[in-house]
């Protein structure tokens, strides 16, 4: 029940950062729900389609589809008010995150998947719709160049996948795999960490 | 019969844009070509991955790959006639979007998609092709930017799933759908409606 | 086992060709493997995804994961003189996409596609994973500009399914395949070969 309520808010917020980066792009109305739909859904979907689940599960289950075509509209008309409550949306992305990649991870050993795939169909299931959402507005993917973020995906992924094959607690496990990744994510907000770039390369 | 004649005229219409955007972007005449087939094929590709029908009805159809293919090299031949046709080209778009769309909606319905999955399908059968050429030449796709586009295309899929749950005859459910799509589409363009854009924006 | 090596090779050289891209583009470490990684199995992902092979093999492999991320830190550390290397990496590119296309090739047909749907999915598990690096990059996909790359992965692809429906041995038609497709790439480096482009358009 929590965890529901605790899902329903991770696609909520994802939407709202596809929405927000829809308005700033300048896209008209249906643009803007479209973008909370592909952003909030878009990593369940590309999970889906890589373990074979048809259709998507984010496609066959309605609190999904209305929360985030909901959000999308109240962001479309209060944008300036939601663009203010930055540190409250990063703390929730960070939620969702954790919540998305694990659930991925889950999903993809429960399938079968050998548990380095599930790994990366984890991390992918949390990563992918803000991809798709820079995709489509032609940016190069927030997640390839910001704080710690792949990695914390792929951290908690790990953690569910090691505590999985150790035969621990499923609950266990997949709070253990969350909380890692949102202190992961919330520290390195805090200290403004950030992986290196290579050097050698001019300006 | 009609209809095959229509559906691939609709091919020929979608590939024909792919293959303009191409020349206009300098592709070489193989470039051009691959534009073609994924402006129109890319919608049902993307319904077919999402339905799990495998491998995907398009790659499977070779009077579909013909005429994409067809079309693609006329148009890298004839391109300066074909931007000239855009009145007819506009038109004839119209009619495969609303052949697609009810297509689309009306095969996730027969694999058992609840409905409002069918409904996103079919909307993203008609937009997916036009949106795949955008991101291969690194455009803000269209239909997220253009006069009701996508929302004449989910009004077909809604019309199409409800006629559909109410048990009315099929052929007629989708000749509504797809004429309601052609309708919006046409006046659309006529009036120049546009959805509107968030306001409290600079510039 | 020479296979093994072969394939292996390619995909060490497609994840250097995009962690090279990557560390152009100013991406971090972890931005950087993940270029490697999605350049390298990007096409096998999309092949399997089309065939209906869950998890995708290459996910399940994990040698190929390996070698595509120790690749992709390897070129991080070392890209200067990566760089340097231009010509072994072009040649061995050529004899990974040999390898892709025709291995893609034979998959599609064993799974039952028929002979053109098994050629293009041939041709995209080539071209396929380049393709994801550029999108996710932000360029328009070299693939479609670059010297007789698309036409050289479709002649191999081409050749293995008439070989196949020749009923020769499938160990010298994939052979005849990729030899085909890397004659036909270094022929075209060569002579800096180029398809044409559409004429009447200004500059």
Redesign the interface.
């Known amino acids: 029940m929590l965890l529901n309520v605790l899902e329903l808010l991770g696609i909520a917020v994802f939407a709202a950062s596809g929405a927000l980066a ?11 729900v ?2 909370a ?1 592909t952003t909030a859904l878009g990593g369940g ?1 590309i999970r889906d ?4 689940v ?3 599960t984010s ?2 289950s ?1 609190p999904y ?1 209305l929360v985030a075509g909901v959000t999308g509209i109240v962001v ?2 209060f ?2 008010h939601v663009a203010k409550l930055r540190r409250s949306v990063l703390l929730l992305d960070a939620v969702g995150l954790g919540l998305f990649v694990t659930g991925g991870t889950t999903t ?1 050993l429960a ?1 079968g ?2 548990p ?2 599930a790994c ?2 984890g991390m992918t299931t949390g990563i992918g719709g803000g ?1 798709v959402r820079d ?7 927030l ?3 910001r704080e ?1 973020y ?2 914390a995906a792929l951290a908690g992924a790990v953690v569910v996948a090691l505590g999985e094959w150790a035969g621990l607690p499923k609950g266990l496990v997949a709070l253990t795999g969350a909380s890692m990744i949102i202190a992961i994510r919330l520290v390195a907000l805090w200290r403004k960490w ?5 050097r ?2 001019d300006g």
């Open positions: 829809a308005v700033r792009a300048k896209l008209d109305v249906f643009g803007v479209i973008l739909l979907i389609v890589l373990l074979g048809h259709p998507p496609l066959r309605w589809l479309f008309w944008h300036p993809a399938l998947a050998p380095y795939a990366l169909i991809a995709l489509l507005l032609r940016e190069i993917p997640v390839l160049r710690i792949a990695v950030n992986a290196p770039v290579a050698g390369l």
